[in-house]
């Protein structure tokens, strides 16, 4: 009988994985499967086969997992994280579609969420970004504003007790909260890629850091889409958390706000109660959900 020890993938690379055991080493491991099927966070078991290496036997079941997905396939992004801090910044602009997929996705894993406006001290960007937020803000979301690169010391009270991964397009400043939070981020970098053998230079699926020890911090590359396939109709109308008042008073008891005569939300909508841009964008992420 193999003898397993149990690590947490810190670094995820094509079908290779970094895990980290319980003294803090790290352990370049691989699958037996030919498939992604891990994420950065997952706890695993794993066959050591030597000081360095080894094979991941098997994943403990997660408490949450944030991945996207089209009509062909999923990419998994993260497991057992507790928090999602959506950044956005002034410059370059940011999509609010984006956003909202992130935030259904969030929801439907039942995720805290955070909204980071980074780069706000650039005015006059700032000024229109703070009003492509302002219906997020009407909603009970909570939006942090920073300007990560003179002082990013005010994010750290919501990341505190929290597994949390940074999400946003590239550009956002993500990359520099992880290095001025994070002194060490760029050694843990050069060292995963060494045993990863994949070059300084690469570009890892997601990454996870210590803050402290019960508090953590996943960084992942900067995405352009949020594919929701995976999730039906009903949770995308659950993610437009504004929604919830007004479910069951349509005509129609499958309305989907589209068309549909007496449909609530439109009325709601019309009366200045839903803001229109949500509502666009629930017709839009509803009908195509990629």
Same mark, same amino acid.
């Given at each position: 009988?193999?003898? #397993?020890?149990?690590?947490?993938?810190?670094?995820?690379? @094509?079908?290779?994985?970094?895990?980290?055991?319980?003294?803090?080493?790290? +352990?370049?491991?691989?699958?037996?499967?030919?498939? !992604? &099927? !891990? *994420?950065?966070?997952?706890?695993?078991?794993?066959? @050591?086969? !030597?000081?360095?290496?080894?094979?991941?036997?098997?994943? =403990?079941p997660r408490h949450t997992l944030l991945y996207r997905s089209d009509s062909r396939r999923q990419k998994l992004i993260a497991a057992n994280i507790s928090q999602i801090v959506v950044v956005l910044a002034s410059m370059p602009p940011f999509s609010d579609e984006l956003l909202a997929r992130c935030l259904i996705? *969030?929801?439907?894993?039942?995720? &805290?969420?955070?909204?980071?406006? !980074? $780069?706000?001290? #650039? %005015?006059?960007?700032?000024? *229109?970004? @703070?009003?492509?937020?302002?219906?997020? @803000?009407?909603?009970?979301?909570?939006? #942090?504003? +920073?300007a990560a690169r003179e002082n990013p010391a005010p994010l750290l009270p919501f990341l505190e007790g929290?597994?949390?991964?940074?999400?946003?397009?590239?550009?956002?400043? $993500?990359s520099t909260i992880i290095n001025q939070l994070i002194p060490g981020a760029q050694a843990a970098t050069n060292e995963i890629s060494s045993a990863l053998n994949s070059g300084k230079h690469t570009t890892t699926?997601?990454?996870?850091?210590?803050?402290?020890? %019960?508090?953590?911090?996943?960084?992942?590359?900067?995405?352009?889409?949020?594919? =929701? %396939?995976?999730?039906?109709?009903?949770?995308?109308?659950?993610?437009?958390?504004?929604?919830? *008042?007004y479910q069951g008073q349509c005509h129609f008891h499958n309305c989907r706000h589209m068309h549909e005569p007496n449909c609530?939300?439109?009325?709601?909508?019309?009366?200045g109660k839903i803001h229109a841009r949500r509502l666009k964008l629930f017709q839009e992420i509803s009908q195509s959900r990629m």
């Open positions: 009988m193999k003898s #397993l020890i149990q690590g947490q993938i810190v670094a995820t690379f @094509r079908r290779q994985y970094l895990a980290e055991l319980s003294d803090g080493r790290l +352990l370049t491991c691989l699958t037996r499967s030919r498939k !992604n &099927e !891990n *994420a950065c966070g997952d706890i695993v078991e794993i066959h @050591r086969i !030597n000081e360095l290496q080894g094979v991941i036997e098997c994943t =403990l996705a *969030a929801h439907d894993q039942k995720l &805290e969420t955070l909204i980071v406006f !980074n $780069k706000c001290d #650039l %005015h006059q960007a700032a000024q *229109a970004a @703070r009003a492509q937020l302002d219906p997020y @803000r009407a909603i009970g979301y909570r939006i #942090l504003e +920073l929290h597994t949390s991964i940074l999400v946003g397009q590239s550009g956002m400043g $993500k699926h997601s990454r996870l850091y210590h803050l402290n020890p %019960h508090s953590h911090l996943i960084d992942c590359p900067g995405i352009q889409a949020f594919g =929701l %396939h995976h999730l039906d109709f009903d949770a995308i109308e659950a993610g437009f958390v504004e929604f919830a *008042a609530a939300l439109k009325k709601t909508e019309q009366e």
